[in-house]
């Protein structure tokens, strides 16, 4: 093995397997269903049909139109559907976007306002494990019966309303989602519906929303360059699309820059925006708040939430508001200032109770730990390094025997996965692994987690890319200046990303990457998760001299520790396999 970490690939027979799976999902079945007979899982594979395939997409992209367009044509199919932008009024909406943060600010606030007895909806993306779990009742995903009947219902109305000049009867995969989800808020009468912006804002088809009660953004950064812009200003004039006239909007602290232009979006249309203080400033004379989300940037999604929440209750009329702190409104960066009050008893609970999967996550499984965070951008990962960081230092030691780190990593879409690799590599993993976003190496049995958005060559190729980039990180830091810092003093806990230097093992050090989601955690378990125990790894598993050899070390580690990041897809495959009672 040459240098300190070795470049090493396991395939365990993949490209035969994968060539059966490409033509599988070469493209999607055109089957219709009798409404009576279809079953929950003919209903996700239609729906699949409506996802845009990897070469029409990249066309799409090159020639890209009026995006106004977009929501005229979202519009249209709203109506098209039996429902006006006015129906969408009675649904109460809480509307939210932002970089990073947003779905667990809706997450927060969502459960803030059901332990008021409230009904709530809540419409989010992506989803983890099942499809169904984008359209939540009272925090619980639709069922699958819920699921079925509302689909073939919005999908049959829209068949047969196509106009006959249009080639398009169909609206594309998240657009049919969120009309669904409106159709079915409306029908269980819930009090109020709390909804993700998918991408962006001024432009995001949920933007159809004429009159929500309160719009919110999270904190904002860098995604999705090719649809929003490259810089955090222009990111900053797409979600300020969300503002309306009237209604109150509230951000948490941004830079200068994106912060200026939310002002002065805001201004233009007479829409009142505040800022958020901080938790501290809640918190204040009375008990510290305990959140269900761990992470210290939790804290700024949770401040988010509880204006959002009290804003929607005091526009509704609702008495516990909590106590106000200050008399007058203040202002910080020419903009005020939401007001500082003691948050309720239900405010507490909501925060306390609040959960969303694979946001900070982490299962204990005998020797094992998994740390499950959908972090994709550069300051999301950021934070995700730092709460992982935390993590280890609060861990409890063996006595004897190694810890061993493992880093599951997998980026998408044209994310800068160098970049957000450089961010992890101080964390001193043993072993990188890197898979595509594939539970089994064949997803046709599987239709959650189909996506026919990427081909798999795609996919394979990214993820050698990603071991390239690794292995040259590997390179840059091989020198052992850069590791100098040593560990803190007992009781102290570090400050900088940086975890303490420990002894490296030289057959320890591997990269590899793996077919499917499925193969790459049978070797990271090595059959030591009492609910992960799959059927026997194939031999080829171990064939190379990394899997082998790492194999021992994982199979005698005292305590392995597994940092699954980078796409919010992988931490869905993985829960989906560590988890089976989500599939149910």
Known sequence: MKGARSLATCWTGAEKVLGIAAMEQSGPSTRTFSVKTASF???????????????????????????????DAMKLYLARSGLQVEDLDQLNIIHVTGTKGKGSTCAFTERILRSYGLKTGFFSSPHLVQVRERIRINGQPISPELFTKHFW???????ETKDSSSCVSMPAYF?????????????????????????????????????????????????????????????????????????????VLQPDGPLAVLRDRAQQISCPLYLCPSLEALEEGGPPLTLGLEGEHQRSNAALALQLARCWLQQKGHQGLGELKMSRPSVLRQMP???????????????????????????????????????????SVQACVRWFRQALYRSQRPSRGREVRVLLFNSTGNRDSEALLKLLQPCQFDYAVFCPNLT??????????????????????????HQQHWSHLDEELASPDLWSPTSPEQGDEPTSLLL?????????????????????????????????????????????PVAGSGAGVLREAAAVHVLVTGSLHLVGGVLKLLDPSLSQ
């Open 500 to 544: 303490a230097s420990r002894p490296r093992h030289p057959h320890s050090t591997g990269s590899l990457v793996f077919s499917c989601i499925s193969h790459a955690l049978q070797w990271i378990s090595q059959g030591r998760d009492p609910v992960f125990q799959p059927p026997s790894p194939p031999p080829s598993l171990l064939a190379h």
């Open 153 to 159: 219902h919005l999908y049959h109305r829209l068949e």
């Open 41 to 71: 899982q003919d209903a996700v594979r239609t729906l699949n049909t409506l996802q845009t395939n990897a070469g029409y997409l990249e066309q799409v992209k090159r020639q890209r139109g009026d995006p106004q367009m977009q929501l």
């Open 337 to 379: 200032l939401a007001p500082v009050f003691q948050p309720t008893s239900h405010m507490r609970h909501g925060l306390r109770d609040t959960e969303w999967l694979g946001r900070t996550q982490t299962l204990r499984r005998g020797p094992l730990t998994w740390y499950l965070d959908g972090a994709h951008t550069v300051s």
């Open 175 to 251: 657009r049919f989602l969120t009309l669904m989800a409106f159709h079915i808020f409306l029908q269980e009468k819930v009090d109020l519906a709390v909804v993700e912006v998918g991408i962006g804002g001024a432009y995001d088809c949920t933007n159809i929303i004429r009159k929500p009660v309160v719009c919110g953004i999270s904190s904002l950064g860098i995604d999705h360059t090719s649809l929003l812009g490259d810089t955090v200003e222009a990111i900053a004039w797409q979600k300020g699309g969300i503002f309306k006239c009237g209604v109150p909007a509230f951000t």
């Open 440 to 465: 089994e190496v064949s997803s046709a049995s599987n239709a959650d987690q189909q996506n026919f958005m990427v081909t798999l060559d795609q996919v394979l190729l990214r993820c050698l890319a």
